[in-house]
Nanobody, 121 residues
Framework: QVQLVESGGGLVQPGGSLRLSCAAS????????MCWYRQAPGKQRELVAVINSGGNTNYADSVKGRFTISRDNAKNTVYLQMNSLKPEDTAVYYCNAAVRRIGRRTYGDYWGQGTQVTVSS
């Protein structure tokens, strides 16, 4: 089994910052792409940021210049540093990872349970 556990969400004022973490654990052989998604009430889930095993990153236009995705491969952890937060960033944030389990030949798709981020004064 593989588990992804997010942390770091909360309530922050506009212009503030938060850092989300997502730690993967279990029978992990390797992790390829790690992503952050978000879903606001009444909206579809959207991709926020992506980082591959080589450290290459990509971002949604709405967060470019404000959010930074990074990873610590030794800890099987991905981070999302969110700066200059806006009310429209309010959503449940989910991490997602492509994980190859020990003894398996292919990668599986795993999700965390989500963490709420609320940007409000």
């Amino acid at each position: 089994q593989v588990q992804l556990v997010e942390s770091g969400g909360g309530l922050v004022q506009p212009g503030g910052s938060l850092r989300l973490s997502c730690a993967a654990s279990g029978s992990i052989f390797s992790i390829d792409v790690m992503c952050w998604y978000r879903q606001a009430p009444g909206k579809q889930r959207e991709l926020v940021a992506v980082i591959n095993s080589g450290g290459n990153t990509n971002y949604a236009d709405s967060v470019k210049g404000r959010f930074t995705i990074s990873r610590d491969n030794a800890k099987n952890t991905v981070y999302l540093q969110m700066n200059s937060l806006k009310p429209e960033d309010t959503a449940v944030y989910y991490c997602n990872a492509a994980v190859r389990r020990i003894g398996r030949r292919t990668y599986g798709d795993y999700w965390g349970q989500g963490t709420q981020v609320t940007v409000s004064s």
